[in-house]
């Protein structure tokens, strides 16, 4: 059993930066593909970032990159989400996940898909005002 438990969520003014962290335990953290979702209300979670557990090969959805970095440290079992340029469209509750079971179809387009992920924390804010 994995379990996932993110931090670092707040209110901020657009153009902030935040650091969300998310820390695993209960698996090998090293082996795990980690991703970044967010979830606005009334809408579906959406893929932000990921990074594979193999070479640290990072991915981003459109509408964040250049603004975020996703970065993980396997000593200390934790992935990090560095989001600047915060816009009052990132405005959401925000995921990590973790991929357990990874394969080839990860680099072919999956690390977008929440199926594919297999554990998830709670999820934690975060409020951008203009």
């Known amino acids: 059993q994995v379990h996932v438990v993110e931090s670092g969520g707040g209110s901020v003014q657009a153009g902030d930066s935040l650091r969300l962290s998310c820390a695993a335990s209960?698996?090998?953290?090293?082996?795990?593909?980690m991703g970044w979702f967010r979830q606005a209300p009334g809408k579906e979670r959406d893929f932000v970032a990921a990074?594979?557990?193999?070479?640290?090969?990072?991915y981003y959805a459109a509408s964040v990159k250049g603004r975020f970095t996703i970065s993980r440290d396997n000593a200390k079992n934790t992935v990090y989400l560095q989001m600047n340029s915060l816009k009052p469209e990132d405005m959401a509750v925000y995921y990590c996940?973790?991929?357990?079971?990874?394969?080839?179809?990860?680099?072919?387009?999956?690390?977008?898909?929440?199926?594919?992920?297999?554990?998830w924390g709670q999820g934690t804010q975060v409020t951008v005002s203009s």
């Open positions: 996940a973790a991929d357990t079971s990874p394969n080839y179809r990860y680099y072919l387009g999956d690390y977008q898909r929440t199926a594919i992920y297999d554990y």
């Open positions: 209960g698996g090998t953290f090293g082996s795990y593909n």
């Open positions: 990074i594979d557990a193999n070479y640290g090969r990072t």
